[in-house]
């Protein structure tokens, strides 16, 4: 018996972390008075692919903890790379210092992007990262004589984060709405999702559609245009719209025709979600800017990143200080996070990660096969490890409260998903085995189930 265990198991109860939360904790992304129906979960620890809540009930990590967990939670390698680094510097501010975990760890995203991209800048969260890569081609034009140049152009339907700068160029509704006078304006581009594709068209068809719509835009508005922001392949909070990675190919070429920085955020799409490790791989382009956050860290710590090309850095490379970069962050590079980064990139070369992802992604494909053929459902993609499908809304009886409903249903079959909208979605850590695979897929079909009664 494991009797460190059962007094965690009492010491967690007698806490009541749940009504202390409600009463002290704003939580992210949440209407607080749902949880006056919707039970808050209490988390006392994880293993492997497994949450476990104060009542000992286990929970399958079907969304990787929102798309950040690469290797399993309490993963021993990542562990031990944080326990080493923490007995030598937890943290130095970058700005006059370095240090050799953020030293190796640039050196490293520089060589898996094959040189293109060499020079990394740090910050902690996604939207943070978007904001550098928006604020530093705004500021190269400025440093080449176009401060005309300082529009952005993102695709309908796109997110890109929630602070000022990201928000403007997020067509999600949802989250822009509210802050709608404090945001730039912006132009917005047709989205290349793959389900637009009827009446005969294929996916690529649409991506050209799509591609010649933007440059429509490119052509009336280049001159004041700074930069397009794309998540390559897999619009995530989007309801995981899909294209084709032709559209990325043909925007590469626009945005050098017409002087645009092309910037792709890959903070949800990086680190082997869709099958490579950075998306722009699949379709053999390079942006300007790239942006990494979620699984950069193994799912640890707080980490985000925007790499950026020689050109551009050199731009800011002068002598007076004012010309260089000056964003900056306390805790940019810190060195705990950039070790859990380190140990992440080393499994994914000891373990050949990507190459086994691809057995993986089959896998998932063939565990979902049941959505492909349940006629309530339609749009069945998957790229990679992401795999989702839609409900019809005319099988819908409450389509405000679906989501809800879906995630505490799966709760209740031992698993944790969190649909957006209409959609259902899986991107699981990269370590489930093909039963487990199996077992998450049949425990899905029994939530939707539960749900569709």
């Not at 021993?76 to 370095?98: C, D, W, Y």
């Not at 508005?221 to 995530?236: G, M, R, S, T, Y």
Request: hydrophobic letters at 40%; aromatic letters at 10%.
């Amino acid at each position: 018996m494991n009797t460190h265990l059962i007094d965690e198991q009492n010491l967690t109860d007698s806490k009541n972390w749940v009504d202390r939360s409600l009463a002290a904790v704003w939580h992210p992304c949440t209407q607080m008075k749902h949880h006056e129906s919707l039970p808050l979960i209490a988390i006392t620890r994880g293993e492997g692919a497994w949450l476990y809540d104060d009542k000992g009930n286990a929970f399958l990590d079907c969304i990787s903890s929102w798309w950040t967990n690469l290797f399993g939670h309490a993963n021993p390698r990542i562990n031990q790379a944080i326990s080493k680094q923490l007995e030598k510097i937890e943290h130095v501010m970058l700005a006059g210092f370095t240090h050799a975990p953020v030293v190796e760890l640039s050196e490293k995203l520089g060589a898996l992007t094959q040189g293109h991209l060499g020079h990394v800048f740090y910050a902690s969260d996604g939207a943070s990262a978007v904001e550098i890569a928006l604020k530093m081609s705004h500021h190269y034009w400025q440093l080449q004589g176009k401060p005309q140049k300082k529009k952005f152009v993102c695709l309908e339907n796109s997110y890109h984060g929630e602070t000022l700068g990201a928000l403007a160029v997020t067509d999600v509704a949802l989250f822009r709405e509210a802050y709608g006078p404090l945001l730039q304006s912006v132009f917005i581009a047709p989205s290349p999702d793959s389900r637009k594709a009827k009446d005969g068209k294929s996916a690529k068809e649409i991506a050209i559609e799509c591609a010649d719509a933007l440059e429509t835009i490119f052509v009336k508005e280049h001159q004041n245009i700074a930069a397009f922001i794309i998540e390559p392949l897999v619009q995530c909070a989007g309801q995981m719209a899909m294209h084709s990675p032709e559209y990325l190919r043909r925007v590469r070429a626009l945005c050098d025709q017409y002087e645009i920085h092309l910037i792709a955020d890959e903070i949800a799409v990086g680190c082997g979600r869709t099958g490579k490790f950075f998306a722009c791989e699949h379709a053999g382009i390079w942006p300007d800017f790239l942006t990494l956050s979620k699984g950069i860290s193994g799912g640890y710590l707080p980490l985000s990143l925007s790499m950026t090309t020689e050109k551009i850095y050199r731009a800011f490379y002068r002598d007076q200080t004012a010309q260089g970069f000056l964003h900056s962050h306390s805790y940019t590079g810190n060195p705990l996070a950039c070790a859990a980064a380190l140990a992440a990139l080393a499994i994914f070369e000891s373990d050949q990660v990507l190459e086994k992802n691809i057995e993986r992604a089959q896998d998932l494909a063939h565990a979902f096969k049941w959505a492909k053929e349940d006629t309530r459902l339609e749009h069945w993609r998957q790229q990679g490890m992401i795999l989702a499908f839609d409900i019809k809304p005319s099988v819908l009886k409450n389509p405000s409260s679906f989501a809800r409903e879906m995630f505490s249903a799966s709760l209740l079959e031992g698993i944790l998903i969190r649909p957006i909208g209409n959609t259902i979605y899986v991107m699981p850590p990269y370590i489930l085995t093909a039963s487990q695979t199996q077992n998450m897929a049949q425990a899905v079909q029994r939530a939707l189930n539960r749900v569709l009664k």
